[in-house]
């Protein structure tokens, strides 16, 4: 599976280079503010609040905004510039920017992560069993791969939303959970529960299952002439256990590789989608940077710092990929990054 | 295998894989939630008026005669009619297609300029700061989310230094050339470039830094092989070589995976549209998606898949006569 070989050339390459250095450290970085949002955030990202004119917030603390605004008519202030109440400022609805950057980033990681362990879960399987076989199974699979790697994914996704719906699902946050009992630092008025866009996940699974179907097949198709699988076959080991015990373990270390790369996809994907407004959650930096899109010549930081995040994650995701690429398998290439 | 029998094979195949995306539309468009006829008429719309359209419209024959009624209608290019604007679905989109095509192709013009030198240059000075740049720049093109990097754009090179145009384009490059043909005036099309080009560097850098990548890559493998070394033992310009026999053999790999990445290109165009307000096919599709508006949604959705099975085969009889043991295989 993973030979000593494999392992010396990882630890070779990631001491010899900086970039997978750099990349691990980022991605630490932007995991440990996914996981600790709740403790590290200043205001519930989800609050709305409006701000006159010098920022203090609007209406005072008291009052309802609703008999507020009916006394003064319209306000016309609403992002106010970044200030020690709000670090980077607020956006169009007075919503803390720095703790929206922090909830974002646990979107996009769940997304990324979790639409990757479906392709794979999908892909896989059916790859090694095309390979497998060969014949009928093979072409069926492969000619249906064909039009999926064919079709725009955005495209695609697109059309998928549009017919089921967004369906937010709602995790409850055990940060919060853990802390309603232990105390450990999360400020009052924190989300329960943070929404994760369900149907893009499954969404991104299903228009990148078939890179994993490729490369799957691909290995399967070189493993099923080797000698040991030759010879399991031979004392009438079943095809499953063939499959489980000999040709998955032996094909894993470019389909590791792929779904690296795969998750820097998942993300920017998701990022697209929000940004046309079709994710389901508003605690998504896509979604942010679409509503700073108006306000972009006056309130800049509202759209760059959730842009920002997101360049940050997949930098960091894509420096280990090549780290993986280079030290495991060097058949993966960037023909693989498509969605 | 003889290359008329393989292009005739692939042709079969395409057509099986467009008929494949028809169904799926079909299917999609029936298990959608919401009633065609309120969503056309509105919400208010009496139930006489609504039975009407239904009935007009077809909604009430059983799905396959639905399917086979849309079906016959593709095959003679009838895409039907648009439910929130109520003009011909055919002609929404090809009104559509220069803007699209203009800026996709001005994409591909950028990436490929940039990207071949800066690969090139990159492999064959390995470990320099010029590879260090071209690394690092590649590296931010494969990982910016391409609308942000159109907004940036926008605020920098638009808003702040103010040397491009951020509004809605005024001229698309089809007038602006019948200008210059009629009066021999430049400043439409002048007006064009001006507005196409950050489009344009917004679509293709995710492109650029794929090809560079890929170019440096092929490159590096290329320049290991024995045949260079002998050129160059042979006394042959260093230039030469690599232009001429490297690079050439570099570009293979990199036009394959760049017919891979054609839906890639097609969906970065609808986010590039959506950002700059660009009146594309993409801004149509997201427009189409907002209202619901099916009819105009399956158009666009089905062209796109002619145009990429239609490339795609394209690219496969160039494959087939540049390299005929493509065919054979």
């Not at chain 1, 691990?24 to 709305?48: E, G, N, Q, S, Y």
């Not at chain 2, 396959?64 to 011909?88: C, F, K, M, T």
């Not at chain 2, 054609?262 to 594309?280: C, K, Q, R, S, Y």
Request: proline residues 6%; negative net charge.
């Amino acid at each position: 599976m993973i030979s000593e070989r494999i392992k010396s050339n990882l630890s070779e390459s990631f001491t010899e280079s900086l970039l997978p250095k750099l990349g691990v450290a980022i991605l630490i970085c932007i995991v440990l503010f996914a996981i600790f949002a709740p403790i590290l955030a200043t205001h519930d990202p989800t609050r709305t609040g409006y701000y006159d004119d010098s920022g203090q917030p609007y209406p005072p603390t008291g009052t309802s905004y609703e008999t507020q605004i009916s006394q003064d008519g319209e306000i016309t202030e609403v992002a106010i510039e970044p200030s020690d109440e709000h670090l980077l400022g607020t956006n169009t609805v007075g919503q803390d920017v720095y703790s929206r950057f922090l909830y974002g980033a646990r979107v996009s990681l769940v997304v990324g992560i979790l639409g990757v362990l479906m392709a794979l879960a999908i892909g896989v399987p059916l790859g090694l069993v095309a390979g497998y076989y060969g014949g009928r199974v093979d072409d069926v699979l492969m000619r249906n791969a064909d039009v999926m790697l064919a079709f725009p994914a955005l495209v695609l996704a697109l059309a998928l939303i549009g017919v089921f719906g967004e369906s937010p699902v709602f995790v409850p946050d055990p940060i919060v959970y853990v802390d309603s009992f232990l105390d450990i630092g999360v400020a009052d008025g924190m989300p329960t529960a943070i929404p994760i866009p369900g149907t893009v996940t499954i969404v991104a699974a299903l228009v990148t299952w078939v890179w994993f179907a490729r490369i799957a097949r691909g290995e399967a198709l070189s493993l099923r002439s080797e000698e040991y699988v030759k010879a399991a076959k031979s004392f009438g080991t079943p095809d499953r256990s063939i499959l489980w015990r000999h040709v998955l373990p032996n094909s894993v270390t470019p389909i590791i590789v792929l779904a690296t790369i795969q998750v820097a996809v998942i993300i920017l994907l998701e990022a697209s989608l929000a940004y046309l407004g079709f994710s389901g959650t508003t605690l998504s930096w896509g979604y942010e940077i679409e509503r700073g899109q108006d306000v972009l010549r006056t309130r800049p930081w509202v759209a760059v710092v959730p842009g920002i995040g997101i360049m940050l994650t997949v930098i960091g995701v894509n420096l280990i990929g090549d780290w993986l690429r280079d030290a495991l398998d060097p058949n993966v290439d960037n023909s693989t990054r498509g969605a | 295998m003889s290359i008329a029998k393989f292009l005739t094979k692939r042709l079969l195949q395409g057509i099986f894989v467009l008929w494949g995306v028809v169904t799926i539309l079909f299917g999609l468009r029936a298990v959608s939630p919401g009633d065609p006829a309120t969503l056309m008429l509105g919400e208010g719309a009496s139930r006489e008026l609504i039975q009407q359209v239904r009935e007009a419209e077809g909604l009430n024959d059983p799905v396959y005669i639905q399917y086979a009624d849309y079906v016959q209608g593709l095959l003679v290019g009838d895409l039907g009619y648009s439910w929130r604007s109520e003009r011909d679905v055919a002609l929404m989109v090809i009104e559509r297609i220069p803007a699209t095509l203009e800026l996709a192709l001005a994409a591909t013009v950028v990436a490929m300029v940039i990207a071949i030198p800066l690969g090139v240059i990159s492999a064959t000075r390995r470990d320099t700061p010029a590879d260090y740049s071209a690394t690092l720049f590649s590296l931010l093109g494969i990982s910016t989310p391409n609308f942000w990097l159109g907004l940036m754009l926008i605020l920098v090179l638009g808003v702040w230094a103010g040397l491009f145009p951020t509004g809605r384009r005024p001229v698309g490059l089809g007038p602006a050339v019948l200008t210059l043909a009629e009066t021999g005036s430049i400043s439409e099309l002048t007006t064009w470039i001006h507005y196409i080009a950050l489009p344009a560097v917004t679509l293709g850098t995710y492109f650029t830094a794929l090809i560079t990548r890929l170019t440096r890559s092929g490159m590096i493998d290329e320049l290991g092989k024995p045949y260079v070394t002998a050129t160059e033992a042979k006394g042959l310009p260093e230039l030469l070589v690599r232009y001429k026999h490297v690079l050439r053999n570099t570009m293979i790999p990199i036009v394959t995976v760049l017919g891979l990445q054609l839906g890639t290109l097609m969906g970065g165009a609808v986010i590039t549209e959506t950002v700059f307000n660009w009146p594309g096919l993409g801004q149509r599709l997201i427009d189409a998606l907002d209202a619901r508006d099916w009819p105009l949604m399956q158009g666009i959705i089905v062209f796109i898949a002619v145009a990429f099975v239609a490339i795609n085969i394209a690219v496969d009889a160039v494959y087939s006569y540049v390299d005929p043991e493509v065919a054979l295989e």
